[in-house]
């Protein structure tokens, strides 16, 4: 059975700083892409940032310049560096988590969410 389970979420002032942190409990072996992707409120979700197992990283344009995706493989965890942090971040992060094995099979889990608002 695999878990994901994403922490870091809160509230804070614009212009402020948070670290998501998205911790994956599995034992399958395979390659291992990790994201992040939020939800605002009426809205799709939609990717923020992605990091492939062999460290190559791409992000949304909208938060460019001010997310930094990380990963350790040791601990099968993914983080989200968020600075300068703007009302229109606010959202559920959700981690997202692709499995590909040596035979082919791909595995796809989702986190729960967390809430991060972008509030004065």
């Known amino acids: 059975q695999v878990q994901v389970v994403e922490s870091g979420g809160g509230l804070v002032q614009p212009g402020g700083s948070l670290r998501l942190s998205c911790a994956v409990s599995?034992?399958?072996?395979?390659?291992?892409?990790m994201a992040w992707y939020r939800q605002a409120a009426g809205k799709q979700r939609e990717l923020v940032a992605i990091?492939?197992?062999?460290?190559?990283?791409n992000y949304a344009d909208s938060v460019k310049g001010r997310c930094t995706i990380s990963r350790d493989n040791d601990k099968k965890s993914a983080y989200l560096q968020m600075n300068s942090l703007k009302p229109e971040d606010t959202a559920v992060y959700y981690c997202?988590?692709?499995?590909?094995?040596?035979?082919?099979?791909?595995?796809?889990?989702w986190g729960q969410g967390t809430q991060v608002t972008v509030s004065s």
């Open positions: 990091i492939l197992s062999g460290g190559s990283t």
């Open positions: 599995s034992s399958i072996f395979g390659f291992y892409t």
């Open positions: 997202n988590v692709v499995i590909e094995t040596i035979g082919s099979k791909r595995y796809e889990y």
